[in-house]
């Protein structure tokens, strides 16, 4: 388990949680939680994790089924933001559009009226 994996290096290495924590820009408490299992880093933090233990992410992760299924979640809920981005993407350009052509028809409309005064 990862929790476990955390736990021990950082004891073998004599570090404080403090310590751990100000150097991956995190509380330590969240450090604490990590270590308890009670939740996990995300996917950059967990890459600083790997980097500051030198451990590798493969051997991080190998058989922690809660944070593969996290991981999975995190990745659904990435890909339903990205979706959701590319919709109000889409509504901007349509309203920029709108505006636009109202603008366009508005000034068309004052330039005629100016004329045939």
């Keep these: 388990m990862l929790s476990e994996i955390l736990k021990q290096k950082r004891k073998e290495l004599g570090l ?17 939680n990590w270590e308890i299992e009670k939740s996990y880093p995300d996917i950059p933090t967990l890459i600083m994790v790997s ?10 992760l190998k058989r922690d089924v809660n944070l593969m299924e996290k991981i ?7 890909k339903k933001y990205q979706k959701t ?8 350009y349509g309203l920029l559009i709108v505006a636009f052509f109202y603008l ?3 000034a068309i409309g004052k330039g005629w009226a100016h004329y045939t005064l």
């Design 104 to 106: 366009a028809g508005y």
């Design 85 to 92: 981005k590319e919709i109000l993407k889409m509504i901007c």
């Design 16 to 32: 404080t949680q403090q310590y751990v924590a100000d150097h991956l820009n995190v509380t330590r408490q969240t450090v604490s």
């Design 72 to 78: 999975e979640k995190d990745t659904n809920e990435l």
């Design 51 to 60: 980097e500051f233990y030198q451990l590798s992410l493969d051997y991080m």
